[in-house]
């Protein structure tokens, strides 16, 4: 049974940082990309990050280019994204993802993904 489980997610205050990771499990994700999405409340979910399997591709929504780095390590099946500079509009459940193509920004082309994990900015 394929799991990503996603962790570090908590209650923090604006401009800190926090480091999520996301665990793969029950099959390898070699050749996969991984991705981070999140989804705030009453709004749809949303790319945040996705990283290549080689580590050379990544990209960043706007909205998190300079203060977020995704990350991977293979030989763990676990990728990671550190947060900074935290804000409160980065209040939201994130998730992660495993997606064939090289790059994906849309949901549709993930077809594997965590139950999520909750992170929280007070202002």
């Known amino acids: 049974q394929v799991q990503l489980v996603e962790s570090g997610g908590g209650l923090v205050q604006a401009g800190v940082s926090l480091r999520l990771s996301c665990a793969a499990s029950?099959?390898?994700?070699?050749?996969?990309?991984m991705g981070w999405f999140r989804q705030a409340p009453g709004k749809e979910r949303e790319f945040v990050s996705s990283?290549?399997?080689?580590?050379?591709?990544?990209y960043y929504a706007d909205s998190v280019k300079g203060r977020f780095t995704i990350s991977r390590d293979n030989a763990k099946n676990t990728v990671y994204l550190q947060m900074s500079s935290l804000k409160p509009e980065d209040t939201a459940v994130y998730y992660c993802?495993?997606?064939?193509?090289?790059?994906?920004?849309?949901?549709?082309?993930?077809?594997?993904w965590g139950q999520g994990t909750q992170v929280t900015v007070s202002s």
């Open positions: 993802a495993a997606s064939q193509f090289t790059y994906s920004s849309r949901r549709s082309e993930y077809d594997y």
């Open positions: 029950g099959r390898t994700f070699s050749g996969w990309t």
């Open positions: 990283i290549s399997w080689s580590t050379r591709i990544t």
